[in-house]
């Protein structure tokens, strides 16, 4: 804030009629006692309804003192003034100050200067008033008449229970009852809050007690993680003999495996051969049975030379190829 501004805000409160002190020079350091006077000051001249509390005395105080009073000079007179500002009690502080001295200050040389007559003078600060009453008048009209309904709805009711009002002495031991019956309650909560206390003292004990075990089981749980076992030499040997072993187990029953799928296989190919055997043996019987009948027929038709001719029955047309023999059958008889 400039010297200017500061020296005619001295001039305008010597002006307005400040009763204490203010210079030029009073606001080059932080001064919240003279700040908050000028502000009460200031705004109960610019409306003299204006509720202001000051209490000074904590932080909270002054803040609430600076927050009431920006909040009322708002609402009544549409004035904005910067908190913060204000609560800093410096330079910034005057310039804040200086938005409601100047209107006062304006308004006070306007109607001097003006020529009205004193009666109308007289009657220019009330004014404001004036019409804030005129404008409560229906609201409270308003109220009074509700009111006035509700005394006609409930007159008799009133009348009907001062009417039956039961004795004195009655309400006397209805309270007296009651009090006694409070009593006891209150003896008996009592007790429970005692019962309550003593098991949270048990509890706390217990609780401090297992928090003590667990701190000593920690500590042993880390020391015995910390130190290796005689036995772990002894069990990782055994944990590698192990792991070659289980391959070695593994390798044999592959191999077992693999030896009963083969022996699977040779036995179903010797056992494929056995059919095929047993067929063509089949086949040559059929073919000597029915050389044997063609040969006993011819001999019975010639009649003669019935010997060789039997023989030739008898051995003609077998050979190695009708019975289904030969290298490779030999091979199988050997592989049986």
């Known amino acids: 804030m400039s010297y200017r501004e500061i ?35 200031l705004s ?5 309804d204006i509720v202001i509390i000051p209490d000074l005395s904590s932080e909270s105080g002054r803040v609430e003192f600076i927050k009431s009073t920006v909040q009322q000079m708002a609402i009544r007179s549409g004035l904005r ?7 800093l009690a410096d330079r910034s502080a005057v310039r804040e100050l ?35 009453l005129s404008t409560s008048i229906p ?11 509700k005394e006609l709805m409930i007159r008799e009711t009133r009348t009907k229970i001062l009417s039956t009002m039961p004795p004195l002495e009655d309400v006397e031991k209805s309270v007296i009852s009651a009090i006694e019956s409070a009593g006891t309650r ?22 401090k007690q297992r928090k003590h075990e667990l701190e000593r089981q920690s500590k042993r749980l880390l020391s015995v993680q910390t130190i290796r076992p005689a036995f772990m030499d002894e069990y990782e040997n055994l944990e590698q003999e192990l792991q070659m072993l289980f391959k070695i187990h593994f390798q044999h029953y592959r191999n077992v495996d693999y030896y009963e799928h083969e022996l699977q296989k040779a036995a179903e190919k010797q056992k494929q051969k056995k059919k095929e ?15 044997i009948v063609d040969g006993v027929e011819k001999s019975f038709k010639i009649g003669g030379g019935a010997g060789g001719d039997m023989g030739n029955a008898f051995g ?21």
Not at 186 to 207: A, Q, Y
Not at 281 to 288: A, G, L, P, S, Y
Request: proline letters at 5%; hydrophobic letters at 35%; a neutral charge.
């Open 7 to 41: 020296r005619q805000f001295t001039e305008i409160i010597r002006t307005l009629g400040c009763t204490f002190p203010v210079g030029i020079d009073s606001f080059d350091t932080p001064n919240f006692i003279l700040m908050a006077k000028l502000l009460q000051w």
């Open 44 to 48: 109960t001249l610019y409306d003299p």
């Open 81 to 87: 003034l910067n908190p913060r500002k204000l609560y």
């Open 98 to 132: 200086l938005k409601i001295a100047a209107p006062i200050y304006r308004g006070i040389t306007s109607t001097a200067t003006a020529e009205k007559p004193k009666a109308a003078d007289a009657t220019m600060p009330s004014a404001q008033k004036i019409s804030k």
């Open 139 to 149: 609201k409270h009209s308003v109220e009074l008449y509700d009111q006035l309904d």
């Open 186 to 207: 209150l003896d008996t909560l009592t007790k429970e809050l005692d019962r309550l206390n003593s098991d949270e003292d048990t509890f706390r004990s217990k609780i």
């Open 277 to 291: 055997m047993e067929k063509a043996i089949n086949k040559m019987k059929k073919k000597v049975n029915k050389s």
């Open 316 to 336: 003609g047309g077998l050979e190695s190829d009708d019975l289904g023999v030969g290298a490779g059958d030999n091979d199988s008889d050997d592989s049986f």
